[in-house]
């Protein structure tokens, strides 16, 4: 008899056709994949039925589309298996076919905090509402409902508005709120409906779109709170802009299809801004239909603002690092939802927390470490993880990570019969706490904190705590700081682009939401609409679409790649007490974690100067890194690389400049970036350099020694020169140079690698 587990040689043939027949099968599987193609001279596609006509005549039997894509990208999604794929691919005008890749979302008092509302309540009309303009949203759906997206006193959308609203015949849509689609190829059956028959709904059953969407451009909303907590007006950044809601998203998966559909539908309907809180690892950029759809939107001069991620505080962590998008980190502003841990031993610590119910000063509650029982990982407090550890009537110290929710933790110690938790920080979010709402009394606190608690619990016999509520408290510093989850550079894609581009509020951010949030008990106590505080990069981009819309209202004809210049050299390096901008280990953030620095919305309406980028640059920066096949799917056209001026990364006139030498880098040779800068200020006009960089860090020159505009919309060229190190071990130098003016200050961060020689 063969041994257990190996076939004998008389079944060996019958395993053999058992694997073959199993590669068969595996090769009969449908699987989703965006096609890429290009018409021949012989295809005339004069309108979207001959173009998707033409898309049908690659299509096996029995096979439908799943999207057809008109605006952003040549080709279309389609459910095909490996052999029906093999077969299209040898057809003319096949290009490439990309497998359909899943995204996930980067999941009040900021206008004021942002200098766009005054001290008496009102709005700062300096920096204008946004009037005119419409901002895309692609998300998980929106709540029509809300008062955040009211239409009240708003004028009709512009006549180039071309959406729709498809919330299943209910008359939902207004001047505010001026279109809604769905896009779900998870459930659609390709008719509107899903496979059981019922409508497809862009109504969030999620909340993070409504959070989102209302954060560009809510309306004006009194009497915002969340169960008592950051109590105010709550109003979106460009509160008289029109929004448009993609629903791209479910309750946790996007789809690249869906989204590539989605950008193609925005596009189409006239929005002026794309706003996305949502992303993935990153690929090469004709790999990443995310950054294949907002190529062409770019191009066709709408401005797209992209979440980084929420993978940091670790390098090269970076989602959505395109040059023609804004990529926005995330940091905080000067309010805490603050809570009190105080220790038997007389020691506090302050921490955060939404949920803040009726305590009594006076109680102490035993405490006791989730990590001091037997089961693995059991200081994360996953969903089971306090079984059999005695925590009942007991506040209990939780630990941050682990891929366990920070408000599921307060479940499971809830449902373990806890009185309260601890949340507290690991060394690598260092200081970065956030105010959830929790399910139980709970206290956010930074590692140090936490650490300190521990070693009490581990030094007494019966430790003991209580949690104390201190409410909203306002000015708080320092402000704004990076906070840990922010995604970092450098960009893995093109090092010679520095990114992020900007950091904008992400942390604790009131914004609308579809329901009631918070224990029972707790929220029975308070009426109204209902918001939430979230945070993520996922909060931040929409701030930034916001304002990105109040300079395009104002600046209407400025391209895409001009509005960004105006938001990334007017940021501010330093917080709101003149100090550097701190990262969560209470250090200066650097450039890879901050970009150009927090967003001056104010300064950004008057820039002076301005780094435009035409598309045709994208094209010569993209045959720097990809053959013709590569590039013609960006472009969605035949692009021959060898007749385009190819721009090195360092080269593109972006608005940051980024210089890496490569140890096989001569090091007699210094390297030069040239740049050129337009004059949208005031003329005549002369500007002066000057370099803000550590002493004796590098030697670094710009010529010509000033910059003199005589009239507006003025061209000038500089060059910078930057010389290598010829000793010393493999360092990043980073600061910037300002161009000054006596009006003006346009800074552009400057970043610098050197490889040891």
């Known amino acids: 008899m063969a041994a257990f587990g190996v076939p004998s040689l008389s079944l060996l043939p019958f395993v053999l056709l058992a694997l073959v027949a199993a590669v068969e099968s595996a090769g009969d599987e449908r699987s989703t994949f965006i096609v890429h193609v290009q018409p021949q001279a ?91 303009v419409i901002i895309g949203v692609l998300d998980s759906g929106v709540t029509p409902d809300h008062p955040s997206f009211s239409g009240d006193g708003m004028p009709a959308p512009p006549a180039k508005w071309k959406g729709r609203c498809d919330f299943n015949g209910r008359s939902v849509c207004n001047n505010k709120l001026i279109g809604a689609r769905v896009f779900d190829t ?23 779109g409504t ?9 004006v909303v009194p009497g915002a709170q969340v169960l008592g907590q950051g109590r105010g007006t709550a109003s979106g950044i460009a509160p008289r802009a029109h929004v448009a809601m993609y629903k791209v998203c479910g309750l946790e998966d996007c789809t690249s299809a869906d989204i590539l559909a989605g950008i193609d539908a925005a596009v189409a309907d006239g929005c002026d801004i794309i706003s ?20 062409a939107a770019a191009e066709k001069g709408i401005f797209v603002s992209m979440s980084a991620g929420n993978s940091g505080p670790n390098y090269t962590t970076l989602s959505n690092e395109a040059p023609w998008m804004l990529t926005v980190a995330a940091s905080t502003m000067d309010r805490l939802i603050r809570t009190r841990v105080r220790l038997g031993n007389g020691l506090y610590f302050d921490g955060e927390s939404v949920s803040q119910p009726d305590a009594a000063a006076t109680v102490f509650y035993p405490l006791v470490y989730a990590g001091a029982s037997s089961t693995p990982d059991a200081q994360f407090c996953g969903n089971g993880s306090l079984d059999g550890f005695d925590v009942r009537g007991k506040i209990v110290v939780c630990e941050r990570g682990n891929d366990v929710g920070r408000v599921d933790k307060g479940a499971e110690v809830l449902r373990a019969g806890g009185v309260g938790m601890i949340l507290a920080n690991q060394a690598i979010d260092g200081f970065s706490t956030i105010a959830d709402v929790h399910a139980l009394p709970a206290s956010h606190v930074s590692y140090h904190a936490g650490d300190a608690i521990i070693n009490y619990i581990k030094s007494r016999a019966r430790p003991m705590a209580q949690i104390m509520f201190r409410g909203t408290v306002l000015g708080t510093s320092p402000a704004p700081a990076i906070t840990s989850f922010s995604s970092r550079g450098p960009s893995m894609q093109n090092p010679g682009i520095l990114k992020p581009d900007i950091t904008g509020p992400g942390v604790s951010v009131l914004a609308a939401w579809p329901f009631q949030v918070g224990p029972p008990s707790l929220a ?91 598309p045709a640059d994208y094209i010569g920066f993209l045959c720097g890194m990809y053959t013709d096949k590569e590039v013609s799917v960006i472009a969605r056209r035949a692009v021959d690389c060898s007749a385009v001026e190819v721009i090195p990364d360092r080269l593109l006139n972006y608005p940051s400049i980024s210089v890496t030498f490569p140890s096989s880098w001569n090091p007699m040779a210094p390297m030069m970036v040239t740049r050129k800068v337009t004059n949208v200020g005031e003329a005549p006009a002369v500007y002066y350099p000057q370099f803000d960089l550590p002493e004796n860090s590098m030697n670094v020159t710009v010529m010509p020694s000033s910059l003199r505009f005589t009239e507006a919309n003025q061209v000038k060229v500089f060059k910078v020169t930057v010389w290598p190190r010829t000793s010393g071990d493999a360092v990043v130098v980073q600061g910037g140079l300002r161009w000054v003016s006596d009006k003006h200050t346009v800074r552009s961060p400057l970043s610098v690698a050197f490889a040891g020689y």
């Open 42 to 132: 012989s295809h005339v596609l004069g309108t979207a039925d001959d173009r998707k006509a033409w898309y049908n005549s690659f299509l096996p039997e029995n096979v439908r589309l799943l999207h057809a894509y008109h605006h952003v990208a040549s080709g279309f999604a389609v459910r095909l298996t490996r052999r029906e794929l093999d077969k299209m691919s040898a057809m003319p005008g096949f290009v490439a076919a990309v497998p359909d890749r899943v995204y996930k979302l980067h999941t009040t008092h900021t206008p004021r905090f942002l200098g766009l509302d005054t001290r008496q309540g009102g709005r700062n009309y300096s920096a204008g509402s946004g009037d005119g």
């Open 186 to 208: 998870a459930v659609s059956a390709g008719n509107g409906t899903t496979s059981t028959g019922a409508p497809l709904s862009p109504i969030d059953e999620d909340g993070h």
């Open 211 to 219: 959070h989102t969407s209302s954060t560009a451009a809510g309306a």
């Open 276 to 295: 996305m809180s949502l992303g993935g690892p990153s690929l090469p950029y004709p790999e990443d239909s995310i950054a294949v759809g907002t190529f």
């Open 524 to 614: 029975a106590k308070y009426s109204g609409p209902t918001f939430n505080f979230e945070s993520g990069t996922s909060m931040s981009a929409p701030h930034l679409s916001g304002i990105a819309a109040l300079i395009k209202s104002k600046y209407p004809d400025w391209s895409p790649a001009a509005i960004k210049s105006a938001i990334m050299t007017t940021a501010d390096s330093t917080d709101r007490s003149g100090m550097p901008i701190t990262d969560e280990k209470g250090t200066a953030a650097d450039l890879f974690a901050l970009g150009a620095g927090h967003v001056d919305p104010d300064k950004a309406m008057n820039p002076g100067l301005v780094y435009d980028i035409s």
